[in-house]
């Protein structure tokens, strides 16, 4: 990728007006979506710190725009190639880098992005970084203050260690004698909270209780990097805000026996001052009446007898008996070098390491399926898996799956 692509020439070059000509310095690409729209991606120096930019040029307008960008974007290294996944994402694929942080997404024009759009009144590019791998949608997990959600996480997590992992979440509560600060929460002053609100960092937040709670997009991302089934522990209006985001997730409404009781388990966890109690109580009237509103909840678990529930939310959650705690087999990583052809059959992408002046017949291809890529941004786009391609005598190319 020492040069600009041949279509960075021939497709822009006559459309460019004079003095728009891009400067190729070896690390940018462009892409064409739709019949007006060219996204420029690459390395910028800002504040002398190298980031990726990008840019789009609007042939309609012949002007250039600079995109409001969302997400966790990849740190640049040595090169990178990118192709466009049908209408709506761009794959760009980072040289040398392994991959566990080189496949990458800038979504253009995805139901999260159209709806930025609309919110900020400008054009929106949002990145997601590619995990390999199955992985299971985020489990959201709400229901009155006291029921026994942590307890039923508690003992799934401790059960299951390597299929789960905690999103800890962001309060502005003090913390309780037991809790530790970036295990249970990360606490927070609420003024810090609020501005990691405004620069976009939360993919959920609400005022519960007297105090701010909230998922930070980073929460959820460095679940999936592990390659665990994430459980975010989060209230109703959580829930609601999840629901409309781009994260898909399966959603359950954990019920008490009957009032009386949440009452008492409440009381008896003794965390709480009676005021508080008392505001957790009213709070909770509301919230059961908001675990029914339709659309919302996939599953509703009523937590009487504790371990019939935690069976029942294993049930659910398609863990019977015969599941034993199974480690999720590390890949093997790839190592994509800084120079390498991208193209794509399908939803399948070919990646071609061979430097063209060796090059031996598909020496060292790899294939990425993208066909059951689920979530993206703001997060993870999971669901990749990555294929060794090996090339037969025949010709005719054969595959091993590497993860
Ligand atoms: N099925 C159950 N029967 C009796 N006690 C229970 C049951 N489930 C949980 N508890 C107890 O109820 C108390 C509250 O449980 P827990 O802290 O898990 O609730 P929570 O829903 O996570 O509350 P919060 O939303 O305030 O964090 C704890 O003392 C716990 O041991
Ligand atoms: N909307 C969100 N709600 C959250 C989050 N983390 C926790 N919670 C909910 O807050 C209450 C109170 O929790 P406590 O630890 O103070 O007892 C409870 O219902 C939690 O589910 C969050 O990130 N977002």
């Known amino acids: 990728m020492g040069e600009a692509p041949a279509f960075f020439d021939d497709d822009l070059r006559g459309d460019f007006p004079n003095g728009l000509l891009l400067k190729s310095k070896g690390c940018e690409t462009a892409i064409n979506i739709g019949c007006n729209k060219t996204y420029v991606i690459g390395a910028t120096e800002k504040e002398s710190a190298c980031t990726i930019g990008v840019r789009i040029f609007d042939k309609s307008t012949s002007k250039w725009v600079i995109p409001t960008v969302l997400g966790t974007k990849p740190k640049p290294l040595g090169g990178h190639s990118a192709i466009a996944l049908d209408e709506d994402r761009i794959l760009v694929i980072k040289g040398n880098s392994t991959s566990d942080d080189c496949f990458w997404f800038l979504e253009v024009n995805t139901a999260f992005v159209r709806e930025q759009k609309t919110r900020l009144g400008t054009e929106v590019v949002a990145w997601s970084k590619g995990v390999i791998g199955e992985s299971e949608k985020p489990i959201v997990i709400s229901g009155p203050s006291g029921v026994g959600k942590g307890t039923l996480i508690s003992k799934l997590m401790e059960e299951f260690p390597s299929m789960f992992g905690f999103s800890v979440s962001h309060t502005t509560r003090a913390p ?125 678990l009523v937590n009487d007898d504790l371990n019939k529930c935690y069976e029942n939310l294993k049930k659910l959650l398609g863990l019977g008996d015969s599941v034993k705690t199974t480690k999720i087999p590390v890949p093997k990583l790839v190592q994509i070098p800084p120079e390498h052809i991208v193209s794509k059959i399908d939803q399948k992408i070919l990646i071609n390491c061979t430097v063209p002046e060796q090059e031996k017949p598909a020496a060292n291809m790899f294939m990425l399926d993208l066909s059951s890529i689920k979530g993206g941004a703001p997060g993870r786009t999971r669901g990749l898996s990555i294929y060794a391609v090996e090339p037969s005598t025949n010709g005719s190319i054969g595959s091993e799956m590497l993860s």
């Open 176 to 300: 309780r004698n037991n809790e530790k600060n970036g295990v249970h929460y990360h606490f927070t002053e609420r003024s810090v909270m609020e501005k990691d609100i405004k620069d976009e960092k939360f993919l959920e937040f609400a005022a519960v209780h007297g105090n701010l709670y909230g998922t930070s997009i980073e929460a959820v991302e460095v679940v999936t990097d592990r390659r665990k089934r994430c459980i975010l522990d989060i209230d109703v209006q959580g829930a609601r805000s999840v629901r409309a985001s781009s994260l898909e997730a399966v959603f359950i409404f954990v019920c008490p026996p009957s009032f009386e009781e949440l009452e008492k388990r409440l009381r008896s966890r003794g965390t709480e001052t009676e005021e508080q109690i008392q505001k957790r109580l009213r709070n909770a009237k509301a919230e059961l009446e908001q675990g029914n509103s339709p659309g919302l909840f996939d599953h509703i």
